[in-house]
């Protein structure tokens, strides 16, 4: 629908004398933005700033905002924000997000701090902005930082949303403060492949073998099909002990451990069973005699 918003704005600039006002502007430029067209977003801004009827509108400064930033122009970007009399909440996460994606998290985090400071109760930071804070906090591994972000989230109301529950436990999961990063794991509603990943990832990072397993099986009970991957079984210090808690495991329980290497070699070519090279790696390593397990799925 992009191409044709455009159509429509350069058949009103060609065909008529109906100038673009305020709610024109940000709808088109947001449309640069998606599409990646900066020279044309350039050519829009250029017109606004010569006319100069809408430095008092906050919409039309945050879409050249987030223009910018979408098409990877950090600085452009910060100097429009900068300029801006007039800053919504749109224009402080289209600058947080872009920082963060741009590896410059501690300008992210920052802004996140910035924009609690010098904004109205208006201004204050949506969901969106505190995921952005989230991730940025994770990749600077400062819990403390997460820690307050998280209580401004309760305080405000913001976590009954399923995305920033998410990234709350991301947060936690990358700060290795595995008490934290359960208890927000327990509180994501629904939990996908993904989050089930990272919480078994996390017991892995740490060395608890039988937290791994019980996060696995508590997975397969819940009714998410394993991906091709523990990442935790992977690491070589792990492998022997992981192999043989999940033959002892498993194998009576589920039966899709198979421990005769003629029969693994037959089943892995079935259409409902998957097996890795990575996996057979890990059986290498670890020196063992059993079979890679064979995932039904």
Same mark, same amino acid.
């Given at each position: %629908? ?32 998606? $599409?990646?067209?900066? =020279? ?24 050249? *905002? ?6 990877? !122009? ?5 100097? *429009?924000? +900068?300029? %801006? #009399? ?12 872009? !920082? ?13 701090? +910035? ?18 804070? /989230? ?7 400062? =819990?403390?930082?997460?820690?307050? $972000? ?13 995305? $920033? ?22 509180? *994501? ?12 990832? =996390? ?12 996060? /696995? ?31 002892? $495991? ?14 693994? #070699? ?22 063992? +005699? ?8």
């Amino acid at each position: %629908m992009y191409p044709q918003c455009l159509e429509c704005y350069a058949s009103i600039r060609v065909f008529t004398s109906l100038l673009p006002n305020q709610f024109t502007v940000p709808i088109v430029v947001s449309a640069f933005a998606e $599409l990646g067209d900066l =020279v044309l977003g350039m050519i829009v801004h250029g017109l606004v700033l010569k006319d100069g009827t809408f430095q008092e509108t906050s919409a039309v400064g945050s879409s050249f *905002v987030y223009m910018y930033s979408k098409c990877g !122009y950090v600085e452009n970007a910060r100097q *429009v924000f +900068d300029e %801006m #009399r007039l800053r919504d909440v749109v224009a402080w996460t289209a600058l947080v997000i872009e !920082y963060i994606q741009n590896g410059e998290s501690d300008k992210g985090l920052k802004c996140v701090c +910035d924009m609690y400071k010098m904004s109205g109760d208006d201004e204050k930071p949506n969901s969106r902005t505190l995921e952005g804070g /989230f991730q940025a906090c994770g990749d600077l591994d400062s =819990v403390y930082s997460g820690r307050c $972000l998280h209580g401004v989230a309760l305080k405000s109301g913001l976590t009954c949303s399923i995305a $920033l529950q998410s990234s709350i436990f991301s947060m936690y999961s990358k700060c290795g403060t595995l008490e934290e990063a359960y208890m927000s794991f327990s509180e *994501v509603p629904v939990k996908d492949i993904k989050l089930w990943t990272s919480i078994i990832n =996390v017991y892995g990072k740490l060395g608890n073998i039988k937290q791994c397993l019980s996060g /696995f099986i508590e997975m397969l009970s819940s009714g998410i099909n394993p991906d091709p991957m523990v990442p935790c079984i992977e690491r070589e210090e792990f492998s022997r002990p992981m192999i043989k808690i999940v033959n002892s $495991l498993f194998a009576p329980t589920f039966g899709f451990i198979i421990n005769q290497r003629k029969s693994f #070699r037959k089943l892995q070519q079935h259409p409902k069973t998957r097996s890795t090279q990575r996996h057979e790696n890990t059986y290498t390593k670890a020196s063992c +005699d059993e079979a890679p397990p064979i995932l039904l799925v």
